[in-house]
C-alpha cells in the first residue's frame, strides 16, 4: 500500500520561510519523480514544483521559481520542498505526489492527503 504524508505546514508569516517534507512508503521511490502541488481556497490544485527521479532534474511553476527549491532523499526516500519568500498569494493546501515519469502532463500515480500552509501579511 503507497503512503505519502506530508509534513512542515503551519502558519507562516509574509517573508518567513518552511520546508515541506513528505514520508514516502510502499513504492519504489527510486523510480519515481515526486511533485508538489498546491490548492487554494477556491481554486483549482496547481502545479508547484517536481525533482526526477535520480534528483538531477527539477522544474518550478514561474510563481515560485527563484523562492521554492524541491529536492528529494532517495535513502530515506523523502522528498523536500523549501520555500522562502512566502507570499500570502501561497496560502493553500500542499501536496506531494509520485509520478513515473517528469514531463509536463504526466499523470501522478499517487497523491498525498496534503499539509495546510497559511501565509498571513
Known amino acids: 500500500q503507497v503512503q505519502l504524508v506530508e509534513s512542515g505546514g503551519g502558519l507562516v508569516q509574509a517573508g518567513g520561510s518552511l520546508n515541506l517534507s513528505c514520508a514516502a512508503s510502499?513504492?519504489?521511490?527510486?523510480?519515481?519523480?515526486m511533485g508538489w502541488f498546491r490548492q487554494a481556497p477556491g481554486k483549482e490544485r496547481e502545479f508547484v514544483a517536481v525533482?526526477?527521479?535520480?534528483?538531477?532534474?527539477?522544474d518550478y511553476a514561474d510563481a515560485v521559481k527563484g523562492r521554492f527549491t524541491i529536492s528529494r532523499d532517495n535513502a530515506d526516500n523523502v522528498p523536500y520542498l523549501q520555500m522562502d519568500r512566502l507570499k500570502p498569494g501561497d496560502t493553500a493546501v500542499y501536496y506531494c505526489a509520485a509520478a513515473l515519469g517528469f514531463l509536463p502532463g504526466t499523470a501522478y500515480d499517487y497523491w498525498g492527503q496534503g499539509t495546510q500552509v497559511p501565509v498571513s501579511s
Open positions: 525533482v526526477s527521479f535520480n534528483g538531477g532534474r527539477t
Open positions: 510502499g513504492l519504489t521511490f527510486n523510480k519515481y519523480a
